[in-house]
C-alpha cells in the first residue's frame, strides 16, 4: 500500500507546486511586465489620488454627475451577520440579484426606477440598462443612450450647455472591440471625470 500511496503524495505535491504556485506567480509576473496598469487593477488616478478603477463602478449620487447602472451587491448587516444590507458596487460580493422576471420585488424595484427616471427627463424613454443591474453589479459603463438621457440634468446642475455636455458624452463612447464584440458603452467614471474639466459656470 505505501508503494501506492507514495507515488499519489508526490503527485499531489508536484501538481500542487506547479498550478497552485508556479503558474500564478509567472502569469502575473507576465501580466505586470506586458500589461502594467491592467495587472495592477486598472486604476485611475487625479492629482496623485487613486480616484477608482475603470473596471468597477462606483456609485455618485450628485445631480452634478452621470450615474451608473444600478448595482445589486450587498454586504453582512452591522447589526444582524445573518442579514444583508445593499452595498452597490462591493467589489467583494460581486453578484447580481437573483431575481427572476416574474420576480414581484423586481418588478417594484424597476418600476420605481422608470418613475424617478422619467420625472428626471420626462416624455424621453429610459434606457433600460439604466434601471436594470448586470450580473457582476459591478459594471463600469452605460449605454451611450443611458449617459446621452442624462445630459439635461448635468447641464442644468452645472450651468452649462446641454450641446456642450453632449459633445462630452459623444467624445467619450467606446465602439465595439475588434469592431464586432460587444456594444458601444461610456464608462462613467472617465466620463465624471472629464466633465470635472469642464468645470460650471
Do not use: C, H, W
Amino acid at each position: 500500500m505505501l508503494n501506492q500511496l507514495r507515488p499519489a503524495l508526490v503527485l499531489l505535491i508536484a501538481l500542487t507546486a506547479i498550478t497552485g504556485l508556479a503558474y500564478p506567480l509567472a502569469m502575473t509576473g507576465i501580466a505586470g511586465v506586458v500589461f502594467p496598469a491592467k495587472a495592477a487593477g486598472s486604476l485611475i488616478e487625479r492629482d496623485g489620488k487613486v480616484v477608482g478603477s475603470s473596471l468597477i463602478g462606483q456609485s455618485f449620487a450628485s445631480e452634478r454627475y452621470f450615474q451608473g447602472r444600478p448595482s445589486a451587491t450587498s454586504a453582512a448587516d452591522p447589526a444582524d451577520a445573518t442579514k444583508t444590507v445593499p452595498s452597490p458596487y462591493n467589489a467583494a460580493n460581486s453578484s447580481g440579484s437573483n431575481l427572476g422576471p416574474t420576480s414581484a420585488a423586481l418588478a417594484e424595484r424597476v418600476k420605481a426606477d422608470v418613475a424617478t427616471r422619467q420625472a428626471e427627463n420626462p416624455g424621453q424613454p429610459v434606457p433600460v440598462d439604466f434601471v436594470t443591474t448586470s450580473g457582476s453589479g459591478l459594471d463600469p459603463d452605460v449605454s451611450p443612450d443611458a449617459a446621452l438621457f442624462q445630459v439635461p440634468r448635468v447641464a442644468k446642475a452645472r450651468n452649462l450647455s446641454v450641446d456642450q455636455v453632449r459633445s462630452l458624452v459623444d467624445s467619450q463612447v467606446q465602439g465595439r472591440l475588434l469592431g464586432i464584440l460587444g456594444e458601444p458603452r461610456v464608462n462613467v467614471l472617465a466620463l465624471n471625470l472629464a466633465l470635472d474639466g469642464l468645470g460650471s459656470k
